[in-house]
């Protein structure tokens, strides 16, 4: 069945750069979504790719898609201390990862 | 953004009771909302698709008898985990559809349910 895959866990210094992966296996979504969730908290929506893009930009976020290799990458320039959450990453609205726990190190 | 807010944040039960937890589209008319529950360090599970005016469409072993799923109108859906046990303590995270073309959802800031 459809899944999507994800690292557990991310250690990263502050300043530097955090990048998530994410590999996913239904070939046919359309939008591949990063969300961020805090802790006790909701599911924040971070940023969204369309399939047809490789990249895409938004201040400190920058998605990569691999739509050959179903991959799907966030990168998090100059890392802050408030960017400490897990990150899921989720495809075709219903199928979450299991999420990415970033801590950042001082 | 779209708001989407919950109610309660948090609640206590004993077990044997029910408790109903409502979802609310502040700015924005939903005509589908999804309800998911998130254990501990692990990812969200959806649990029902609750589409305005119709019967929710539960996903694979959830028990619609066991949570209970209205959604009354385009602004409100409601979950109500009925004769609740411990095993039920969890985190009830619902979001609702706002495009239906980019598929964004956008989520409440869940419910904590702890039943003793």
């Known amino acids: 069945g459809e899944d999507v895959e994800q690292s557990l866990f991310l250690s990263v210094r502050e300043g530097d750069s955090s990048v998530i992966n994410c590999t996913y296996t239904d070939s046919s979504s359309t939008y591949l979504y990063w969300y961020k969730q805090e802790p006790g908290a909701g599911l924040q929506l971070l940023t969204y790719i369309f399939s047809n893009m490789d990249m895409k930009q938004d201040q400190r976020l920058t998605v990569l898609l691999n739509k050959k290799d179903k991959h799907l990458s966030l990168r998090i320039a100059d890392t802050q201390t408030g960017d400490s959450a897990i990150y899921f990453c989720a495809e075709n609205k219903i199928i979450f990862g299991k999420g990415t726990r970033l801590h950042i190190l001082p | 953004g779209a708001v989407v807010s919950q109610h309660p944040s948090w609640v206590i039960c004993k077990s044997g009771t029910s408790v109903k937890i409502e979802c609310r589209s502040l700015?924005?008319?939903?005509?589908?909302m999804f309800w998911y529950r998130q254990f501990p360090k692990q990812s969200l599970m959806l649990m029902a698709t609750?589409?305005?005016?119709?019967?929710?469409?539960?996903e694979q072993g959830v028990e619609k008898d066991k949570f209970l799923i209205n959604h009354a109108s385009l602004t409100l859906s409601t979950l109500t985990v009925t004769s609740a046990h411990p095993e039920d303590s969890s985190f009830y995270i619902c979001?609702?559809?706002?495009?239906?073309?980019?598929?964004?959802?956008?989520f409440g800031p869940g419910t904590r349910l702890l039943v003793l």
């Open positions: 609750s589409n305005e005016g119709s019967k929710a469409t539960y």
């Open positions: 979001s609702a559809r706002v495009d239906r073309v980019q598929e964004t959802q956008y």
């Open positions: 700015d924005f008319q939903a005509t589908t």
